[in-house]
């Protein structure tokens, strides 16, 4: 990542244009969304500007709704993001992971059968793959609320009642 050092202005400036914003949002309505001044924020965009502290990644990206800044770092660092699905876990969630990963274990096989796989093929196991972390992904942040959430009697609460 040194090659890749304070590059983040770029990727500050991109995300406060208005074409990347939401399109009813002002620097100065985002500014105060973030509890900055707008000129802080224009600082962030530029070259010799003040650095965006890293506490303030998830505010930005959730104020623009713009996951650029997020996107940029995981490259850095050689990493790879799945989103969070939101929403209950229960039987036919879990149905759902397997029935995802089935599919996956499916398309890999078809595809290394002949010994090469095709750049269709590869599209295929690229979006049946993503399917599969983001099931796995849900169900791991079911396990984690659950973990958090408690009874009154102070048991831990099961996948089910949280749901």
């Known amino acids: 990542m040194a090659n890749q050092a304070f590059e ?6 991109e995300m406060t244009q208005p074409t990347r914003r939401r399109a009813d949002q002002s620097v100065p309505e985002l500014a105060e969304q973030l509890g900055v001044s707008p000129s802080l924020v224009f600082q962030w965009g530029e070259p010799d500007g003040r650095r965006l502290h890293a ?23 050689g990493l790879v993001a799945v989103a969070a699905p ?12 397997l029935k995802e990963f089935g599919a996956f274990i499916a398309t890999m096989a078809s595809a290394i059968e002949d010994g090469r796989v095709t750049r269709t093929e590869m599209d295929r196991i690229s979006r049946e793959g993503w399917e599969v972390l983001c099931c796995v992904v849900g ?7 659950s973990m958090r959430a408690r ?6 609460r099961t996948l089910r009642e949280t749901a």
């Open 139 to 145: 169900l791991m942040e079911a396990a984690r609320e």
């Open 8 to 13: 983040s202005w770029r990727y500050v400036a």
């Open 86 to 97: 939101g929403g209950p876990v229960d039987a036919a969630a879990i149905g759902q992971a």
């Open 55 to 77: 506490d303030m990644i998830p505010a930005l990206t959730e104020a623009t709704g713009d996951t650029l800044l997020v996107e940029w770092l995981n490259e850095a660092c």
């Open 151 to 156: 009874r009154p009697d102070g048991r831990a």
